[in-house]
């Protein structure tokens, strides 16, 4: 894959090219099940095609949102949560510089935070803004309180007309709440396609429209993932598609009694394709009593508090590294006479080859350890490759949940705390959990 | 404790009342090691005694400095790593709102990421700031790179005497690197004592400065942990004291299989707080083999990502949720008449209520999904509280560690990838290794 590398080297001790090779078959036929559509839960394989299917209309019209905000507005405010969340947030993060990129996203919706709702009100006193509330339904709780809460504030300032132009709702085609709402008070919308379950939604306009509003380039985060694509279809080999040995070898190691993953970054721009990993992961295998339980760090940082127990804590897990190899900036170590430091010896060195040596010899370090760990090499911070690596990990997490013999589209396991906080917050039709809830609390 | 409870009570499928009095022998005899010294790693025991031992001259100064800090300068750049730097980033996340209160403090030398470094610089162009490099020894990488470049970028628009004043060194009192260079430059500084590890360093002026230069009373930081202290040697008895009932709930917990802590905090204020939690907990007790296995979430966040596997995954873990009584702030849901979402039953409702049964569902859900879980109930967004709660991780993970059988105040596994690094760097003196990794990769 263009922009991705996939190293295993530090696998040898655990996963060796002959158990990989011996899963060709199990990955054939479960790569089979997924473009013939008879896999589990394939009424949600809409990713797969997802980057070929994308109307340019629809990316046209994204694009010209965007615009509108930009030249009219300071902030749009996305109101979403998992799904409808995390894979806008990954993108902007990886992109931007974390003090000198203008936040002109702002996120709602994703907590209950009667302090952070109210820090984000006082924020926007006095500032123009849009909302893009991204729901399916339009009755999850936390952005269906936080919608009620911003059409309040937007809608005092600003006449019926203009309110409704500063919505955006993306959200079903034809049913639930939200459709409806966006249709009784004209807000514009988009649509989140029947078939892609939130965690794969990125590439939809749930995330499409917040990251062009950002001011990224979603034509490049497409063709990333349509070449990822394309390069899946062709390349069904274990040992020739990175995707694939990725999947394979995390269920090799799982079977084997590594149930942790550990994804290190060494970048910290990649903290939150982080948090989208573990939703992708942990949501799509965390079933029927068994999957890989997804944890993220960001290296050196978190060498520096998690680096202790990787190393010599109990022995039940390995590690997927992201590296990136172009930054898009260099700085050189300086020289200094007196030297006290003793780091001379780094004088004129990028600091990105300074990292790059600490990935080494974290990886070392860690295999020498009894951690079993590989590296996805990202090419550069762009739009492309991040298409790349979202289509890489969407791939991979289909083969290694249908190798477990899970279903990977599913999330029944999310709906428990709902039902127990409607019963506990006296919903209607919840009266009998109530009861139950009540008696047992 | 006055600001903290601790509630066990869904617990009990798998850790009883009468398990937890069974450990008190072995409790007693722990706590007593710690108090008489003369348990493993002793010599860094400092942090029990801390908060009576801070003195008022040193906190003086500390406010002195924070003072000149704000009256003089943009921004602080706090340049420290591990245990240098998660403790005050725990502290003012906790304290701050994420929109609008002042970002005074900026953080670098946490990681070797050339665009970070350079964001940051481009930043400061223009600004007035100080530094505040914290390091033990002055010879880490990450800090020691950091610093060189803020020295450069300082020294380039200032006289000596001016430079000199703006950096504020907090390290060893005698030996090492930055004690040596804070001497030659004339930096003030400020002594992180010999028998305080990196973890246990927030109450030091490692955490102390930053936090006080953020703008937040570290008075009642150091009150609540000098309060939560006397508390601790007051109440040995494993059910009388919730730090305790605790730190023998997750070794009993650990015992039985569950080898995954999730930390999973109700408000996004916490996030970082989560981030101190695991270093401490996973370089304590994260080592010979053994330990429990630190992860941390957001909730209601992450609830719709980790969720689905927390309720349904593999069984191997259970949970610590902090939660907050009283949030500073409150929100009242707006009632809607057309009531399409659904939620007008949650009108005029307080969202920390929300917030709160939320919690409570979650509690109920993942337990009867065999998920044992407690929470720690913090009283409130304050340093009194937080202080609190710095304190009663300590001395449980002190306890939980003991227990356990290993040391808990080493981290002989950190230094592994570094020993790598600086051969793979061509370090001198790591001239045997070197060739032994490059025979070996």
Chains 1, 2 share one sequence.
Not at 248 to 262: M, N, W
Not at 360 to 388: C, F, K, W
């Amino acid at each position: 894959m263009k922009n991705l590398k996939l190293d295993i080297e530090l696998l040898k001790d655990h996963v060796s090219q002959k158990d990989l090779k011996d899963l060709q078959s199990s990955v054939t036929s479960v790569n089979k099940s997924i473009y013939d559509k008879t896999c589990a839960g394939n009424d949600f394989l809409g990713w797969v095609d997802l980057p070929d299917n994308v109307s340019q209309k629809e990316v046209v019209d994204i694009k010209n949102i965007a615009k509108e905000i930009n030249d009219n507005a300071d902030h749009v405010i996305c109101i979403g949560i998992g799904g409808s969340y995390l894979g806008a947030r990954a993108t902007i993060d990886f992109l931007s510089n974390p003090l000198t990129t203008n936040n002109k996203v702002l996120y709602l919706g994703h907590n209950l935070s009667a302090d952070y709702m109210n820090d984000l009100i006082a924020f926007i006193q006095n500032k123009q803004c849009y909302v893009n509330v991204i729901s399916k339904s339009g009755t999850t709780t936390e952005p269906g309180v936080a919608f009620r809460v911003l059409v309040n504030a937007l809608k005092a300032g600003l006449s019926k007309d203009e309110f409704s132009k500063r919505v955006i709702a993306t959200t079903d085609q034809s049913k639930g709440a939200l459709r409806k709402m966006a249709d009784a008070e004209g807000f514009r919308s988009f649509v989140i396609p029947d078939d892609v379950g939130g965690r794969f939604s990125v590439l939809t306009p749930v995330g499409l429209l917040p990251i062009a509003a950002a001011g990224f380039d979603i034509d490049a985060l497409l063709a990333g993932a349509k070449d990822a694509a394309a390069f899946c279809k062709n390349t069904q080999d274990v040992l020739g598609n990175p995707v694939l040995t990725y999947a394979a070898a995390r269920y090799l190691l799982y079977k084997s009694g590594k149930t942790i993953e550990v994804l290190s970054a060494f970048d910290p721009s990649l903290q939150y394709v982080g948090e989208w990993w573990k939703q992708l992961y942990g949501e799509s295998e965390g079933k029927d009593g068994k999957g890989i339980f997804p944890a993220s760090t960001v290296f050196t940082t978190d060498l520096h508090s998690m680096g202790q127990y990787i190393q010599d804590g109990k022995r039940n897990l390995f590690e997927t590294f992201l590296t990136i190899e172009n930054m898009r900036t260099k700085i050189a170590v300086p020289k200094v006479e007196e030297n006290l430091d003793g780091m001379n010896f780094l004088a004129g060195m990028d600091l990105s080859d300074v990292n790059h040596q600490a990935y080494r010899g974290t990886a070392l370090a860690h295999a020498a350890g009894n951690v079993p760990n590989m590296n996805i090499s990202l090419a550069d911070r762009t739009e492309y490759t991040l298409g790349q690596l979202f289509y890489f990990f969407e791939f991979a997490v289909a083969v290694s949940g249908l190798l477990l013999k899970i279903n990977p589209f599913d999330q029944p396991g999310v709906e428990a705390y709902k039902q127990n906080m409607f019963a506990l917050l006296g919903k209607p039709g919840f009266e009998d959990r109530r009861k139950e809830l009540l008696g047992q609390s």
